[in-house]
């Protein structure tokens, strides 16, 4: 019993990053309609650089916390004004194989400059664990867990009563009509990137603070399809939701599979296969815009 | 002084559905394949490898512009059917069947599959349907890596060399026949699947489903048909594949291998069959152009070797973004655009 314990709290912390990076996914999708697959490499990139700038340029963590936001804002500029702009209104098909391409870009990238071993970052938070329910859970468990729900909170009240914000739920609900309200489409795409990059980075560091990162980072931008599927592909709530469950849920299939029949690494579909049968039963998950189709 | 037709003109329906429309057309293509065929007597064998999987990687790319190009399902797991195939047809050549039977035995396995998968293509559209490929993928990538007893899991699994009729394929050059009569009758299939019945009722479904629907096409069937077909021909390639290595492991069929198909087909031309060889000699050749490109400046940047396969990564995805941005159609439009401009020089109007 003691063992699922354990496994389910691990899950909810992996689950509370994929509900980051989910909700980096979920506001490119409200307000752009594109489909991100380089989620998972922005998550990569903004780990990369926070470790450059603290171990290679040994700033202090808070610095290079926030120069790394700033760095992912700027890549999420430049790359929504060269890349996704001029696919606007392009078919599905050509807007997944772009974003494919830049996460291609971005391996690129980060693989040149810092190769690909596992790199560490040094302690920032204290090492003992704490006893939670006489289950030990290490500081940086709790930090995660909690920085991610704090961010969920300040997105929320964001998105409910700040301007910029109900301009973007405006955008996401009908553009020309939010056009014609004089909201500027083109300002929203930009920063609905650069909401889902700082999100992302923010995921990234705290990645890798826990386990330190490699390339395979990259990875989880997959992870965030599960979770956004259960979720409803374009609601914030489900986002969060959704990346708690699919963490858990992963990895007592994990713990379970290995404990009952022996088999290793099922981590890596027992989300896919609910994915899949999400997708059979309830396509547009818990949350999410039923599209009603007359036939 | 004989008198020319200045252009095609069709007196029946049929001429005009053709796939070779001109004598000339038909003279060009026998003499390019008459080169071809004379490739492996005077290249070196590692000039006939990159052509063999340049070959290979042409019947994967016609099979996914089938389904995705003329059907419009998009398809993220084609590198995993690719895998099916591969590893149906090494198990049943492994159990002692002959080389062709255990090669359709690969594509009807590939086909199953594909079509088991293809299923929730009846209700899923766009990116869903995008997201339950890529489930297929990486489901199918899992038991690939964990059925270790029909698979050899992360060893891999040994494939004899293909024997027809007591013949062994067991070179390059030798191979590469074999290699080259299944691909054509590959490519042939696809080009002659387009002007059916069942090809205009895939364009259809790719145009508007609704209204393909209004005008009696079965969506459920005729998607399924594409999804069969086309896991069928990848099966074959995968078949090919693993009988051209000799050994299959996992990692030859992740995602990466999906993708690059379908960088094959957006880089060649969507729905255009002569794209998808376009884009899969593109796509081949990139990796090699850079390798080449790389070792001739090596003597003036020694550590150039170490970023050799992150650059790989870089110049795929900076060239898919710039075709999709610069030239959304592909090589095939740029093809089409050469030929006008030749027909009509040195009057360009």
């Known amino acids: 019993m003691e063992y699922y314990l354990q496994l389910i709290i691990n899950g909810l912390v992996v689950g509370s990053i994929y509900s980051l990076v989910a909700l980096g996914f979920v506001v490119i999708f409200k307000a752009t309609k594109v489909v991100n697959f380089a989620q998972g490499e922005l998550v990569m990139v903004g780990a990369y650089v926070c470790f450059a700038m603290t171990v290679q340029y040994q700033l202090p963590f808070l610095v290079s916390f926030l120069l790394t936001l700033a760095f992912a804002t700027v890549l999420a500029i430049v790359v929504e004004r060269l890349i996704l702009r001029p696919l606007i209104g392009e078919p599905i098909i050509s807007v997944i194989m772009v974003t494919i391409g830049l996460s291609s870009m971005l391996k690129c990238f980060v693989q040149t400059i810092w190769g690909t071993q596992i790199r560490v970052y040094p302690a920032i938070l204290p090492q003992e664990p704490f006893m939670v329910l006489g289950l030990p859970i290490a500081p940086v468990y709790l930090a995660a867990f909690g920085l991610s729900l704090l961010l969920f909170a300040v997105f929320s009240v964001f998105f409910k009563y700040s301007s910029v914000g109900i301009a973007m739920r405006a955008t996401a609900f009908d553009q020309q009509a939010a056009q014609s309200m004089g909201i500027g489409i083109k300002s929203i795409f930009a920063l609905s990137w650069c909401i889902a990059a700082v999100v992302s980075s923010i995921g990234g560091i705290i990645l890798g603070n826990i386990n330190g990162i490699n390339v395979q980072l990259g990875h989880l931008g997959l992870k965030v399809f599960p979770a956004v599927i259960l979720g409803g592909l374009d609601s914030l709530l489900g986002a969060a939701l959704g990346g708690l469950i699919i963490g858990v849920l992963e990895n007592i299939c994990e713990g379970a599979a290995k404990d009952l029949f022996g088999l290793g690494g099922f981590k890596e579909v027992a989300s896919f296969i609910v994915l899949v049968i999400i997708l059979m039963v309830k396509p547009y998950g818990l949350f999410g815009t039923k599209e009603i189709e007359r036939v | ?349």
């Open chain 2, 1 to 349: 002084m004989s008198m020319h037709k200045c252009g095609l003109f069709y007196t029946s329906y049929r001429a005009e559905d053709g796939l070779f429309r001109s004598k000339f057309q038909k003279s060009c293509l026998a003499i390019f394949f008459a080169v071809l065929l004379a490739c492996p007597q005077f290249l070196n064998s590692y000039v006939v490898s990159i052509l063999n999987l340049i070959l290979i990687a042409v019947i994967g790319a016609v099979s996914l512009n089938l389904l995705t190009g003329i059907c419009g399902q998009m398809s993220l797991g084609h590198g995993a059917f690719v895998g099916m195939g591969a590893y149906g047809a090494a198990i049943l050549s492994n159990l002692g069947l002959p080389f062709f039977p255990a090669l359709l035995g690969g594509g009807f396995v590939a086909a199953l599959v594909g079509m088991v998968f293809g299923i929730p293509s009846l209700r899923l559209k766009g990116i869903y349907l995008a997201i339950s490929t890529l489930a297929a993928q990486l489901i199918l990538e899992y038991v690939f890596l964990h059925a270790s007893g029909l698979t050899g899991g992360a060893n891999g699994l040994p494939v004899n060399a293909p024997h027809v009729l007591g013949y062994a394929f067991d070179s390059d050059a030798r191979i590469f026949y074999l290699i080259l009569f299944v691909t054509t009758l590959c490519v042939l299939a696809v080009s002659n699947v387009a002007r059916t019945r069942p090809g205009r009722a895939f364009v259809a479904i790719r145009d508007y489903y609704q209204s393909a629907e209004n005008v009696g096409v079965n969506l459920f069937a005729f998607k399924l048909q594409a999804f069969g077909l086309s896991s069928f021909l990848a099966g074959i390639a995968g078949g090919l594949w693993a009988h051209y290595t000799m050994y299959i492991t996992p990692e030859q069929f992740s995602m990466g291998l999906s993708i690059s198909y379908l960088a094959m087909i957006i880089i060649g031309g969507m729905g255009s069959v002569l794209g998808s060889i376009f884009g899969a000699v593109f796509i081949t050749l990139l990796p090699e152009l850079l390798n080449l490109i790389i070792s001739s400046l090596g003597g003036m940047a020694p550590d150039l070797s170490a970023v050799i396969v992150p650059m790989k990564e870089g110049v795929f995805g900076l060239m898919l973004v710039l075709f999709l941005i610069f030239e959304p159609e592909g090589l095939a439009r740029k093809w089409r655009l050469t030929k006008a401009y030749w027909k009509l020089y040195p009057f360009a109007y």
